[in-house]
């Protein structure tokens, strides 16, 4: 280590996070990651986790905390953009491919190709390049990089070879940063050296510096929300010693997955596969003897298809729900359902390759719906006569005289694994995919076959054993004993089947196989294990999808508790290729320490010296309900290594809402964080930016911290599916905060002028860096006009945060204030003055300030929103955050496409007459007049007669001389931001202005 490393040299260093991020190109690698869903580095540990957080991002903000925020914000930015890999020679390695040196040759232009490479034999080819290989002289010829040359000299002109293009598209083309950590970055060190005054070659050497420059020691950073583990992770991989907790075991266990699994030693990962391994035969050898799971032929059970069968109150037939007969698209198999007169009842036949219309007909069932939301019902045609009941009305469904719900089915009790005959619904076993190795060649061959009374046998021999052991294995801990406790989701399968315990959502063949899995794996194994247990339940969808997709689904498609008419059970040849399976490889530095605490984060007593938090702000999903499906396996009988966590979702410690609660528990949570920090420590906190409110929220919450704010940054973070189904783009608000120091005091009137001016300060800092970068090296803006917005909400709270006391009123206690509803409290007062300010100062270009401020919220959204038009921006998410910013109240009645990527604002012909009545955001607004004259004039109406309804249109035209001014104004403004976007607008619009200007007055 050089002496430049000196403990403490960084101590009261801002950090780069508080000054810069590049937001634009973070959004695009974020968004990338996202969308690769279970390609991602930690999912295979379990998909059911939806919510979790970019590592890219994660990385961006740790690093953010660590790294000091210099007098030369170009530099660092340049330096922070090395170590993300997102610098053109890192897009060396995160290519497909690294060219060839031939084809390097054959592209660029060298002056002396002897400058890089070496060329066998010599004398034939040119000294300059480029080469044309396709001279036959040039047949024998090699070329190899000259080995004295520096990976960065190497990286610098294989950079060149890159396409030209934009970010987005580039990283489209690319590795993830994330997949390349370990190989992208070897080119860096020599200039972030420099720049730092650091002696590293590597992440953790790096870190491990620079947390020593600040803090004294290797940094320690914590995640007090876990969940499944990507921000600890990233912490860790990048060399910090960490601290992860949450409230809920399964968030821990997948985070001592992320740790120990992913980031395991290759020591450590062999025996996990011997382990697999193991397991695997144990399972096959006690499954195989008890014999229920081959046909005595040499096939073995796959795929167990189960449906729910009743007795129809009309008919007294028993009928099967099925509502698709179809089994499989691939092998064209269909369920047959055949009536049975004299046991009044249908036999269920499996037929393959049938038809493309059998096939098709199949898609109905003996289950419909009229429509999606409606009451599906059951339907079978007895004689000639079609029957439908609701199956509502099967259920009994009722509402008592006191207004609850109920139905008639019965509540299973604790030792059912199966219904009793006299119950509502049975279940039957309908259809077996059956599998056995090929005779020749690799691979197996797949049928599906109907059910024979040797298999009916075989469902027996499970039933019993399960009957036999039940009560034993329930002790023991490896089928669950737990009760379902009433909440949102969890009252869904008490509800709709009567099942009161967790393992009611199991079949026996599903417990068999789940609970030998569980009383034979140990901690490494685990989360394979539950992985299984949810792709083996009474709620995993059967998925007859075709192109090879068909198959047993997740219980966790989405995050709910959806019970099923019909569904799947794994034989263990297909449970095994979950156990039996490759996880991504990143062993983690070895020197780092990490801790892992089951723990509300308001009880963390350890100190830590950053903390990264992604908390649940009004988060839909309750996981603190639904991993109970998965706490029930495993609390009774945990391995050594999760014995000390708290078996228990502690579902009333949970946070979770929006409402008073929520603020108090996250203020004890933040509290608490804050107190284990230093006076120097960093705070980051992400949350979806989802509602108006969270503003107010979030600030009055670190407010009664102790916290203050100092920077603000949005990164998008939503993927496409969630787009298709018609929600809003997401991103995420980082919020950086620090200890809140002193106890200053301020009046409202002295804040108006702070804020103003540190807003101005802001927002001209990052235009100012926006320049920098430009004149630099990059094509594309660093910050664009929403990112300048949220760093100037930021730099308002940053103001009105650092004060104890504003108007001798004691601000924490103002946050901590209880809401009357409808009522604004002097927080939000506060908040709401400071996010105008910011506003305010984000003037386009070309609008006068005077007039900008007389301008309504709907006005200056359009107006804003052209400005960005103009300049090539076209993201929804832009216009759903101005919106916000100027208190739109309905922005979509001013758009021309919604599409994300290709949202646009009407234009003055498609506005036509509309929203010009009272009810409409623009009613009698000057705007509003002028793109009606644009329409007009672009119809080719008179011009005499556009002006004189421009007059009628906007009111007191002539008592107030500035509504023309304003009028001419914004003519001007319309008639430039149009030119490249609607040139026949923007020529009207210039007449316009004209005929405005050359009115004659009085
Ligand atoms: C939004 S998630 C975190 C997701 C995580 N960042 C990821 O990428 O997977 C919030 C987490 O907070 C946890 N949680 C809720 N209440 C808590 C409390 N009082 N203390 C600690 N953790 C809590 C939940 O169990 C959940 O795992």
């Not at 006009?785 to 103002?814: H, K, P, S």
């Amino acid at each position: 280590m050089t002496s430049s490393v000196t403990p403490f040299s960084l101590k009261e260093a801002p950090a780069l996070i508080e000054r810069l991020l590049p937001v634009q190109k973070l959004s695009v690698e974020a968004y990338k990651e996202q969308m690769a869903n279970v390609g991602k580095t930690l999912t295979a540990l379990g998909s059911y986790w939806k919510g979790r957080k970019p590592l890219v991002l994660n990385k961006a903000c740790i690093l953010g905390c660590l790294l000091p925020a210099t007098g030369n914000p170009a530099r660092d930015l340049e330096i922070f953009e090395r170590l993300m890999a997102m610098d053109d020679e890192s897009f060396v390695v995160r290519w497909k491919r690294r060219p060839k040196p031939k084809e390097i040759v054959a592209r660029l232009s060298l002056t002396q190709i002897a400058d890089y490479f070496i060329v066998e034999p010599e004398g034939i080819l040119p000294a300059f390049a480029p080469v044309d290989w396709s001279n036959p002289d040039y047949k024998k010829v090699k070329v190899v990089w000259r080995e004295d040359l520096t990976e960065m000299q190497r990286r610098r002109l294989e950079a060149l070879m890159l396409p030209h293009m934009p970010y987005r598209e580039r990283v489209n083309e690319a590795q993830r940063c994330e997949e390349v950590m370990d190989t992208v970055h070897n080119h860096i060190w020599d200039t972030v050296n420099a720049h730092l005054g650091t002696d590293a070659q590597s992440f953790p050497e790096l870190v491990e510096q620079l947390g020593i420059m600040r803090f004294g020691h290797r940094p320690r950073v914590a995640d007090t929300f876990s969940g499944s583990g990507q921000i600890p992770f990233e912490a860790a991989r990048l060399g910090c010693d960490v601290y992860a907790s949450d409230l809920n075991p399964v968030a821990c266990l997948l985070t001592w997955g992320a740790f120990h699994i992913v980031g395991g030693s290759s020591e450590y990962r062999m025996e996990l596969k011997q382990q697999q391994l193991e397991l695997v035969k144990k399972i096959q050898a006690e499954i195989d003897r008890l014999g229920v799971e081959t046909d005595g032929t040499g096939w073995r059970g796959r795929a167990y298809l189960y449906c729910i069968e009743v007795k129809c109150p009309s008919t007294g037939w028993i009928v099967p729900l099925l509502p698709s007969r179809i089994v499989s698209i691939d092998d064209s198999a269909i369920a047959e359902i055949l009536p049975d007169q004299t046991r009044k009842r249908y036999v269920i036949e499996i037929v393959t390759g049938v038809s493309a219309s059998r096939l098709k007909a199949a898609t109905k069932g003996t289950v419909r719906t009229d429509g999606q939301g409606a009451d599906p019902y059951l339907v079978h045609t007895v004689g000639g006569v079609e029957y439908r009941t609701k199956i509502s009305t099967l259920r009994g469904d009722y509402r008592s005289d006191d207004g609850m719900n109920g139905n008639r089915l019965r509540l299973w009790g604790k030792h059912d694994f199966k219904p009793h005959p006299e119950d509502i619904f049975q279940e039957r076993l309908y259809c077996i995919q059956w599998m056995r190795k090929k005779k020749k060649g690799k691979g197996y061959e797949f049928q599906f076959r109907t059910v024979t009374p040797g298999d009916q046998s075989r469902e027996r021999i499970v039933e019993e054993f399960i009957a036999k052991h039940l009560a034993d294995w329930q002790a023991n801990g490896w089928i669950p004993d737990m009760r379902i406790e009433s909440g949102y989701n969890t009252d869904q399968p008490i509800r709709e089947r009567g099942w009161t315990h967790w393992h009611h959502l199991f079949n026996p063949r599903q417990l068999l196989v789940n609970a030998l899995l569980d009383c034979h794996s140990g901690a490494a194994l685990k989360p394979a294990f539950i992985n299984v247990v949810q792709h083996n339940a009474k709620l995993s969808r059967w998925d007859p999808s075709g192109g090879g997709r068909a198959g047993i689904k997740q219980v966790f498609d989405n995050q709910a508790l959806n019970t099923l008419l019909n569904y799947g059970a794994r034989g263990t040849e297909y449970v095994i290729q979950l156990i039996d399976r490759d996880y991504k490889k990143y062993p983690l530095p070895p020197t780092t320490q990490l801790q892992i605490a089951a723990l509300p984060a308001s009880q963390i007593i350890e100190p830590q010296d950053i903390f990264v938090t992604d908390p649940p702000y009004g988060d839909a999903v309750k996981y603190e309900e639904i991993l109970e499906f998965f706490i029930a396996w495993l609390r009774k009988n945990p391995p050594p290594e999760f014995a000390d966590w708290v078996w228990d979702s502690r579902r009333s410690l949970a946070i979770k809402g929006e409402d008073e609660d929520f603020r108090r528990d996250m203020v004890a949570a933040y509290k608490r964080m804050t107190d284990c920090m230093p006076d120097n420590g960093i705070q980051v906190i992400m949350f979806t930016h989802q509602s108006g409110s969270i503003w107010a929220d979030m600030a009055n919450i670190v407010w009664a911290s102790g916290l203050q704010v100092t920077a603000a940054w949005y990164v998008v973070t939503e993927t496409d599916s969630a787009l298709r189904e018609g929600s809003y783009v997401k991103g995420t608000v980082l919020l950086v905060l620090r200890k809140r120091q002193g106890t200053y005091k301020t009046t409202r009137d002295d804040l108006a002028w702070e804020i103003q001016e540190e807003v101005q300060n802001q927002v001209a800092a990052l235009s100012g860096l926006n320049q920098e970068a430009k004149g630099l090296y990059r094509d594309e803006n660093v910050f664009e006009d929403a990112d300048i917005q949220m760093a100037g909400y930021a730099a308002a709270l940053r103001v009105l945060t650092r004060y104890a006391t504003i108007d001798g009123r004691d601000m924490t206690t103002e946050a901590l204030r209880p809401r009357v509803k409808g009522e604004t409290t002097f927080v939000d007062g506060l908040i709401a003055f400071a996010v105008d300010t910011a506003n305010q100062c984000l003037v386009p270009q070309g609008i006068p300030k005077a007039h900008w401020d007389k301008l309504r919220g709907a006005e200056r959204f359009y107006l804003k929103m052209l400005d960005m038009e103009a300049r090539g921006s076209n993201t929804l998410d832009n216009y759903q955050n101005f919106a916000k910013a100027f208190k739109v109240r309905d922005f979509r009645v001013l758009m021309g496409d919604q599409r994300a990527n290709r949202a646009r604002l009407k234009s003055a012909v498609e506005f036509g007459r509309g929203e010009m009545s009272e009810g409409s955001e623009l009613y009698q607004s000057v705007l509003r007049a002028l793109l009606y004259a644009v329409m007009e004039l672009v119809k080719s109406v008179d011009g005499k007669e556009v002006l004189a309804h421009l007059i009628l249109n906007i009111p007191n035209y002539y008592g107030d001389m500035t509504q023309r001014e304003l009028a001419i104004d914004l003519a001007n403004y319309l008639a430039n931001r149009l030119d490249a976007l609607r040139p026949d607008e923007a020529s009207a619009a210039r007449v316009l202005r004209e005929l405005i200007k050359n009115q004659r007055l009085g």
